[in-house]
């Protein structure tokens, strides 16, 4: 059974730093196309950054690039974002989520071409307040 967990949320003041952490169990990382989301109350759910299985490459949304970075960890079978200089605006629920299926690239999903959901596989959400 695949299966995703979110860790790392918590409440941060702005121009912090925060770590999240995306635990995969059931498949390996580096297989899956996966990558962080966001969803802010009353918004649709956005694509952050991404990590593709067939390159590695990494892409990140306009957003947030030169603030949020996304890492794989192959040896603990997860997947970081790192985030700084954090504003209110960030705030949400962050969610991981990763699919397998042909023919959906997680740079597709990111850039906003193709829409979050065609991601199949989901964690629960971490929630991130930034607030001072």
């Known amino acids: 059974q695949v299966k995703l967990v979110e860790s790392g949320g918590g409440l941060v003041q702005p121009g912090g730093s925060l770590t999240l952490s995306c635990a995969a169990s059931?498949?390996?990382?580096?297989?899956?196309?996966i990558g962080w989301f966001r969803q802010a109350t009353g918004k649709e759910r956005e694509g952050l950054a991404g990590?593709?299985?067939?390159?590695?490459?990494?892409h990140t949304a306009a957003p947030v690039k030169g603030r949020f970075y996304i890492s794989r960890d192959s040896a603990n079978n997860t997947l970081n974002l790192q985030m700084y200089n954090l504003k209110p605006e960030d705030t949400g629920v962050y969610y991981c989520?990763?699919?397998?299926?042909?023919?959906?690239?997680?740079?597709?999903?990111?850039?906003?071409?193709?829409?979050?959901?065609?991601?199949?596989?989901w964690g629960k959400g971490t929630l991130v307040t930034v607030s001072s």
């Open positions: 990590s593709s299985s067939r390159d590695s490459s990494t």
């Open positions: 989520g990763a699919t397998n299926r042909m023919g959906t690239r997680i740079e597709d999903v990111i850039a906003g071409s193709k829409p979050y959901y065609a991601m199949d596989v």
């Open positions: 059931g498949f390996l990382v580096e297989t899956y196309d």
